[in-house]
């Protein structure tokens, strides 16, 4: 679990308003892009199948920003703004880093009122279950397999760090 002389990360308030304002579309492609790099291919096939065009959204509280996306033919698709997704996940950007470090319980989390979970009970159970028993490491880089394009940019970028 957490360490306490770790230093906890916290979103300024004048920051979380800024991200606030700034269009969702964008960030929810990143989160999509990283959800798909990370866990599309550990995700069980009748977990997708429960997922299946259901409405999700992330919400980082302190950061005042949301993804919102969906589970679309085999991978996670950015959507636009809903008015009300079927599953809302929402906590500080602390709790997340926390939980996806493994260094939180999400129950302990929950209970704790830290992690609230709005809308489809069944589905936020589903999601929690699935997201406790993937295998770590979820994202291990070195297996990460870039387009083109963007691994070309990779081996630059080791290739300076290298000097």
Not at 28 to 50: C, E, H, I, K, Y
Not at 80 to 92: F, H, K, N
Not at 108 to 135: H, P, W
């Amino acid at each position: 679990m957490r360490n306490p002389s770790s230093p906890r990360f916290e979103v300024p308030p004048l920051v979380g308003s800024l991200l606030g304002r700034l269009p969702a579309w964008p960030g929810s492609v990143l989160f999509v892009t990283g959800l798909n790099l990370a866990l599309a291919r550990q995700l069980p096939t009748d977990v997708g199948a429960a997922l299946e065009g259901k409405r999700l959204r992330i919400a980082v509280r302190d950061a005042g920003i949301a993804f919102d996306f969906s589970w679309q033919a085999g991978s996670f698709t950015a959507r636009p703004r809903q008015q009300q997704p079927d599953l809302t996940i929402a906590a500080s950007a602390a709790d997340f880093i926390a939980l996806a470090r493994r260094e939180q319980d999400p129950d302990t989390l929950f209970f704790s009122r830290r992690l609230v979970m709005e809308g489809d009970t069944e589905l936020g159970l589903m999601v929690k279950n699935t997201i406790d028993a993937l295998e770590l490491p979820v994202f291990d880089p070195r297996q990460l397999r870039l387009p083109p394009p963007l691994e070309l940019l990779g081996s630059l970028a080791r290739a300076i760090r290298s000097r």
